[in-house]
């Protein structure tokens, strides 16, 4: 199995469409280019670029990241390591949604704080317009339908090109699509957390890429059966489970982040990979428990 690494390139895992957008189903996330509880710079910057530049050269062509990472500190290494861009890159990120210190966050999608973060992501990413901006979360002090119609306008503007969603219902989506196509949706999804199942097949029969947070989350059950799979095939943990999202469904797009070249080489290896049937089918058939319910 451990032959199927080669060669390492996200382009292995395929590819996805998101309107007239092409990207390959292996992303990167760059929240961890920040300090701790993704807060300040990053405690080894150098480190932190060559990670976004050898995550080019291996056929990432799609990055998320959102302006409450650091805050500012993920949109400016990205721009700092890779503009002027190559052609094909598609950058992703969001707004609605403020760090206000280590490990807190703040909601905050009204119009206003929704105009100012679009122009700030575009100064910072050093854009004419955002291919992909999504809504961090909805705001439960504002309108949901409001803080849509801002990027709407902003969208029809010209400074954002497409729309995405993350942290959301299903009756977001719908309400969401009523008034302007969606092209991804973002929730916390992995092998070992599928609450958000239903969310994914609805993607799936609309043809919305999904692009899972916390891609290798974890629970210890998922953990043995991860393991005793990898065990057998000659894999890592973290590729197993990568390559069980991608098989998954043909709308995955997982975002796997670090700050590592080894680590990001390790992840884009999983893009190259298939699973056995019989392999597939019994981490299917692992029973997990959403994180909302753990202890």
């Known amino acids: 199995m451990s032959d199927n690494l080669q060669p390492v390139s996200a382009a292995t895992a395929g590819i996805v469409q998101l309107s007239d957008l092409t ?5 990167y996330g760059a929240m961890r280019l920040t300090g701790k509880g993704i807060w300040g710079p990053s405690a080894n910057r150098d480190g932190a670029l060559a990670t976004l530049r050898r995550a080019i050269e291996l056929g990432v062509n799609l990055i998320d990241t959102a302006d409450s990472y650091g805050p500012n500190v993920s949109e400016e290494l990205i721009a700092e390591a890779l503009s002027p861009y190559p052609p094909g890159l598609v950058i992703a990120t969001k707004g609605g949604w403020e760090r206000v210190g280590p490990g807190k966050w703040t909601h905050n999608a009204s119009p206003k704080h929704l105009q100012a973060a679009v122009e700030g992501s575009l100064k910072r990413l050093r854009l004419d317009r955002i291919d992909i901006y999504q809504l961090h979360v909805p705001d ?3 309108s949901f339908d409001a803080s849509i119609e801002t990027l ?8 954002i090109r497409h729309l995405g969603l993350s942290n959301v219902t299903l009756e977001h989506v719908e309400r969401a699509r009523k008034v302007v196509p969606i092209v991804s949706v973002q929730n916390r999804y992995s092998f070992a957390d599928r609450e958000w199942d239903y969310l994914l097949e609805y993607c799936t029969a609309h043809g919305i890429a999904f692009l899972p947070w916390a891609p290798l989350g974890q629970n210890r059950g998922a953990n043995n059966a991860l393991e ?3 065990l057998q095939l ?11 999202l991608l098989q998954r469904s043909h709308v995955m797009v997982p975002i796997p982040g670090t700050s590592s070249v080894s680590h990001l080489e390790e992840n884009i290896a999983a893009a190259g990979l298939k699973l056995p049937d019989l392999w ?3 981490l299917s058939e692992t029973a997990t428990v959403p994180a909302s319910l753990r202890d």
């Open 23 to 27: 990207v390959n189903r292996m992303g």
């Open 140 to 142: 439960p002090a504002v």
């Open 152 to 159: 709407v306008r902003l969208r029809e503007q010209g400074k």
């Open 228 to 230: 005793a799979a990898a």
């Open 234 to 244: 000659g894999l890592t943990p973290f590729q197993v489970a990568l390559a069980w």
């Open 280 to 282: 597939f089918t019994k």
